[in-house]
């Protein structure tokens, strides 16, 4: 299916297996595979596109129902610069070069590259993001860790983390002011001094905390 004049994207999937690609063309481009009792639905309104994965529940001694257990491989690609806000719950999403509003997950994973993002966030899953700009972003896991690599910054970040580890990597091009709070873990720092952790101008405030978890930064 294909979708034209379209300036935001609403993802939402159940079970689902979502990719999402930027890429130079002026239209989007939906696919999908379905795997037992589920179904896609996309349909646009104005500049906005909404796809949904519906799971189909089954009947049983009247009104009872019985839970699915169908999902969908859902691949769309899109022209760079298109915002999209996502949601799935026990799911998975991989992406590259997309513009994010939102990203939510329950019960599954996020795997970003080359992406940017506002905000970021999963319970039981873990976070997996390389963005190219940075800020204002929040990001955090329950449960589960979070790695992200950020090349510039445009704004604060905060990134938190219960019962899981923080991995955050930044480059020389990030002006950045770092602060970490942490509840039974450790903190250390590479290529950074952990007397006064600046990074450039220290223009942007990096706060990162964990509970139960431990919090590296490194300088690449």
């Not at 699915?68 to 491989?73: D, I, P, T």
């Not at 994010?100 to 019960?107: I, L, Q, R």
Request: a negative charge; aromatic letters at 4%; proline letters at 3%.
């Amino acid at each position: 299916m294909e979708f034209e004049n379209v300036k935001e994207v609403e993802v939402t999937a159940v079970n689902g297996r979502v990719r999402i690609e930027g890429w130079e063309n002026d239209h989007i481009e939906v696919n999908y595979a379905l795997h037992g009792d589920v179904e896609v639905e996309a349909e646009q309104v104005g500049e906005k596109l909404v796809v949904k994965e519906r799971l189909i529940g089954k009947k049983l001694l009247g009104f009872i129902p019985k839970p699915s257990e169908g999902w969908a491989e859902i691949e769309l690609r899109l022209p760079k610069g298109t915002v999209v806000n996502f949601r799935n719950v026990n799911g998975e999403l991989k992406a590259t070069g997309v513009r994010f509003g939102e990203v939510t997950t329950v019960n599954g994973e996020i795997h970003i590259e080359d992406c940017e993002v506002e905000k970021l966030s999963t319970v039981n899953g873990e976070i997996t993001a390389h963005l190219s700009v940075a800020g204002p972003l929040k990001a955090s896991t329950v449960n589960g860790e979070l790695e992200i690599t950020i090349e510039e910054l445009e704004g604060d970040v905060e990134a938190s983390c219960v019962n899981g580890d923080i991995v955050l990597r930044l480059t020389d091009f990030c002006d950045a002011r770092i602060e970490t709070k942490k509840a039974n873990g450790d903190v250390e720092f590479v290529g950074i001094d952990p007397n006064e952790p600046v990074i450039g101008t220290g223009e942007f405030t990096v706060r990162v905390s964990t509970a139960n978890g431990d919090v590296r930064v490194e300088l690449i």
